[in-house]
């Protein structure tokens, strides 16, 4: 979608949004890899109790990544936690972690896996930057067993 229909408030529904994604076939399979992490990695992130999940499709409009994953952790500590277990979960599905940055009091964490990006937030410093706004025209990843927001 183009800036000019989004200012127009010709917004489409998450649920098209997901839809959309749902839909588009990519049979390459370094892609299917990707969405297959990303999806196990939103479901580690629902089994650990984060809170707000929310899986960004943004091939069509990123150059450097394809996935974004966003959640908000409960403590600072479950937050660096879960940013290792992810680590694991890419080494099943043969990715390797680019690299982790942590700000002082660990409220944003972002793991970068080069074509998906993690950020866990605790939720203040979640809604002071507002990553949701600024990728709204990407489509969400339905993820199984979790409520569309």
Request: one cysteine or more; aromatic letters at 6%.
């Amino acid at each position: 979608m183009d800036r000019d229909t989004s200012a127009l408030g010709n917004v489409p529904s998450s649920e098209s949004r997901i839809l959309e994604v749902q839909n588009r076939k990519d049979d390459s399979p370094y892609q299917q890899t990707l969405l297959a992490f990303s999806i196990e990695a939103a479901k580690l992130l629902q089994d650990r109790h984060c809170e707000d999940i929310v899986l960004f499709d943004v091939r069509n409009i990123c150059q450097i990544t394809d996935y974004i994953l966003i959640a908000s952790g409960t403590s600072n500590r479950q937050i660096k936690a879960v940013a290792d277990e992810l680590k694991e979960v890419a080494q099943t599905h043969d990715l390797d972690r680019l690299g982790i940055d942590v700000d002082a009091d660990a409220a944003w964490l972002v793991v970068d896996f080069v074509d998906v990006v993690v950020h866990l937030f605790d939720p203040p410093t979640r809604a002071h930057y507002d990553l949701e706004m600024l990728w709204n025209d990407a489509p969400r990843v339905k993820v199984p067993g979790q409520h569309p927001r």
